[in-house]
């Protein structure tokens, strides 16, 4: 063993004797004689008046202003990475014209910063002009080199000193002499910030003029632009106050000063192979010309149009129509263009909208995988097909396709290596609008849908059982506005059939007749409600929301005792499940600076069997770990409670559900560079049992022993967010399991190699 370990210890000898010389050599040499070396800054002090309140975002514009990276940079401008690779590179190696020394040198040469490159003195100018822009305008900033024993590097100490603030003192604004004048002022007066008192801040003034231009061309000023909005300040009256006077720009076009109406409207769908016969269609919102043949509901068009012939021009119709057409799915390109008609004195602009059909069909395709230590390892994989426009009118008609599996890289006891899998096929029909009465509340701002599905699953566990579920549903999606969403599961009908068990999982059923409730052929006819609030409080903070309740064999069970029917009541000859479940979810979404983020998860769900149910359902249960839950831990393999599972059932994963659940999670979200990020993340929870089972001991959940039963978890991991997709990489270590495991204190993992769990996946985990 020592001889092996020695060995070991050898191998490394060259790695830490090349690390030794890289460190050792000089990183400066080839620096001129009034070169230094930049390695980042030492500190930004902003320095304000006591008890005066420092500007929002002055902070991050400092930093903004001088964040320059030095090289091997790890946290800009602040941390470097030790062993300086490509500037030892740079000082050390000769380049060769070329060769494989001269490719060699070319990949991981790093040419110096220097301090001359980073030009503290002007970003000093460049700070004292946003101390102006935050109105501190007595303000300065300055700069010190800082340097250590090697005169040739230095690092940065800027100093800001902020002075008091400057505030508005008086604010005047158009003369009431005209229309568009009376206009400005009106909305100028019922904003929040051109009022006297509040500090000067050229963002905030430049944020008025955006929102008086929006709300002018929302009201016929359809070319006022912000710039025409011109602001006069005057900071000789006082100490420390600001006159402010509003004047309109005097380069401001004509066009600009006058309001338009809606002219013509003319609508031109384009088929996505181009060519075709035009079609006119005269109709309640304008021309439409379809080049046929196209498959379109002539009368999808007209609905997504809100312009009206005559009506005041609003560029809010401009953004409504767009949206409403794009949210069809259909187009790929949507441009819409008004031109100025001013013959015969008219102030029309004529409305012109030009769309492509994109091509119906899309697929996807998403993967994750799932790796332990203790040699399991379990991918998965989404194929989906969809037709968006079914029927011309903007429906949606989609196959997807699921599997995943599971299987153990080496044989335990015999069995074969194969582990188990599970596979779903979904069809989904869905319509853009709600077929539903009217008294529904709901958004005509967003999409709103009505979806018909069905659904087969299989699921097989070799050496255990394979069971198969069917399921057809019909749901409503509507939203009450763009931060409230719903979804109402009118019906949905669950058949789940016990297809084959081995004689080994028929004597567990034997031994646990609350598993083997769980696991019986049955109807669950359903009714479910989901909930989902999403909002951005500020730009640092925001929440999401999520609610879902769902009751099964409550109507049916109604009915059956209404026409007398005592006992077990079947449906079709088979008994259906009667449970009630509630699960909620809030995330808390927080910026520390910059794109650091803090993210905090809570999740709570209980299930409750009744009346013509001893147990719920197995497929309605809840359960923990894996990469979007406790990290750790692979799915199904905590819990209930403090239950541990016999050594000769470890691959069943059967019994590890429970009908209460609880999840916290923290993840710190960081950039590293461009698309890449990093995460570290604390995962806790674990599901229980509401009733007790006496073969299940310490899987009831019990509040003396709450905190203990958690499984917690840490770890770290990479994302590649490229925008419209985030592959994800997490590495969870186990830090609690809820059972004994025969070690002592709170972190009682067998061996830290048996806590590390390696999880890939598409998508944040929440």
């Known amino acids: 063993m020592k001889h092996l370990k020695l060995n070991s210890l050898a191998a490394f000898i060259p790695a830490i ?86 490719w060699l040198y070319e990949k991981l040469v790093q040419e110096p910063v220097l301090i001359s490159d980073v030009r503290p003195e002007v970003r000093t100018k460049m700070i004292d002009e946003i101390l102006d822009n935050h109105g501190y305008f007595s303000g300065s900033a300055s700069y010190e080199l800082i340097k250590g024993k ?62 008086i231009a929006n709300a002018l061309r929302n009201r016929g000023y359809y070319f006022f632009k912000p710039d025409y909005v011109e602001y006069l300040a005057d900071s ?18 004509k066009a600009a000063l006058i309001p338009w109406r809606t002219g013509s409207i003319t609508t031109l769908i384009n088929r996505n192979k181009g060519g075709g016969t035009p079609d006119t269609t005269e109709t309640r919102r304008g021309d439409l010309i379809v080049m046929q043949p196209t498959r379109l509901r002539k009368k999808l068009i007209p609905e997504c149009i809100t312009f009206r012939e005559g009506k005041t021009f609003s560029v809010r ?78 429906e949606q008609l989609s196959f997807n396709l699921t599997g995943s599996y599971e299987w153990q890289t080496g044989r335990d006891k015999g069995k074969s290596v194969f582990n188990s899998y599970e596979v779903g096929f979904t069809s989904t029909l869905a319509f853009p609008r709600l077929l539903f009465p009217g008294f529904v509340a709901r958004s005509r701002r967003h999409l709103n849908w009505t979806r018909i599905a069905l659904n087969i699953d299989l699921l097989n566990r070799p050496h255990y059982f394979r069971m198969a579920q069917f399921n057809g549903s019909l749901n409503y999606d509507w939203r009450l506005n763009r931060h409230a969403s719903n979804t109402l599961t ?30 019986k052929s049955q109807f669950i006819p359903q009714i479910a409600y989901n909930f989902v609030y999403d909002k951005a409080l500020d730009r640092d903070n925001s929440i999401n929301w999520q609610f879902t309740v769902q009751e099964a064999g409550n109507i049916f069970w109604g009915i059956y005792r209404l026409c007398g ?13 009667q449970f009630v479940k509630g699960s909620t979810q809030l995330v808390y979404n927080r910026r520390l600076w910059g794109d650091n983020w803090l993210v905090t998860r809570a999740a709570v769900g209980a299930a409750h069997a009744y009346g013509n149910a001893s147990q719920v359902p197995y497929s309605e249960q809840f359960y923990v770990g894996g990469a979007n839950s406790i990290r ?56 229980w049992l509401l009733k007790d089972d006496p073969l299940r001991p310490g899987g009831k959940l019990r509040g003396k022993s709450f905190l203990k039963d958690l499984a917690t978890g840490t770890g770290c991991g990479l994302r590649l967010d490229i925008g419209m997709l985030v592959v994800r990489g997490d590495l969870g270590i186990g830090i609690h399991l809820p059972y004994d495991t025969g070690k002592r204190g709170y972190y009682n993992m067998t061996s830290f190699k048996n806590s590390l769990a390696f999880h890939l996946a598409i998508g944040y985990p929440f």
């Not at 106050?241 to 509003?246: T, V």
């Not at 069943?652 to 609880?662: A, I, L, P, R, V």
């Open 17 to 102: 004797a090349f690390l030794m010389a890289v460190a050792s050599c000089s990183t400066t040499k080839r620096l001129g004689s009034d070169d230094v070396l930049y390695t980042g800054v030492k500190k930004i002090a902003i320095n304000s008046p006591k008890g005066a309140k420092q500007a929002p975002g002055l902070a991050a514009d400092v930093k903004n202003a001088v964040n320059v990276a030095p090289n091997n940079c790890l946290i800009s401008p602040y941390l470097r990475y030790p062993f300086p690779l490509g500037l030892w590179v740079y000082n050390n190696w000769s380049n060769p014209p070329k060769g494989f020394k001269h």
């Open 150 to 211: 090697n005169p040739k590097k230095a690092r940065i100490l800027y100093t800001v000193n902020t002075g008091p603030a400057y505030h508005i003192d008086s604010l005047q604004l158009l003369p009431d002499t005209c229309r568009l004048n009376h206009l400005i002022d009106s909305i100028a007066r019922r904003g929040t910030y051109l009022t006297p008192g509040v500090r000067y801040d050229t963002d905030s003034l430049s944020a008025e003029r955006i929102r």
């Open 236 to 253: 000789t009256i006082n100490r420390q106050k600001i006159a402010l006077r509003m004047v309109i720009a005097s380069n401001t076009p």
């Open 317 to 394: 119709d401009m953004n409504n129509t767009q949206t409403y057409l794009s949210r069809t799915g259909i187009f790929n390109s949507i441009e819409i263009n008004a031109f100025p008609d001013t013959t015969g004195g008219k102030r029309n602009l004529d409305v012109f909208i030009n769309c492509t059909i994109d091509a119906p069909i899309e697929a996807s395709l998403e993967v994750n995988v799932t790796s332990k230590s203790n040699s399991y390892l379990g991918p998965g994989l989404m194929f989906g097909v969809t037709n968006r426009n079914i029927f011309g009118g903007g």
């Open 490 to 519: 009118l019906f949905k009908l669950t058949y789940t059939k016990l297809m084959n068990s081995t004689e080994e999982f028929d004597s567990i059923m034997h031994e646990n007749p609350a598993i083997a409730e769980s696991f």
């Open 565 to 577: 029917k005592k006992g077990e009541k079947e449906l079709f000859g088979t008994p259906f499940s």
């Open 632 to 687: 750790a831990f692979t799915v199904r393999s905590v819990g209930p409670g403090s239950y541990k599972v016999p050594q000769n059932l470890i691959n069943g994963y059967f019994d590890q559900t429970g009908t209460f659940k609880f999840e916290f999670n923290v993840e710190y979200r960081f950039p590293i560079f461009g698309p890449l990020h990093g995460a570290l993340f604390f995962d806790s929870g674990n599901v």
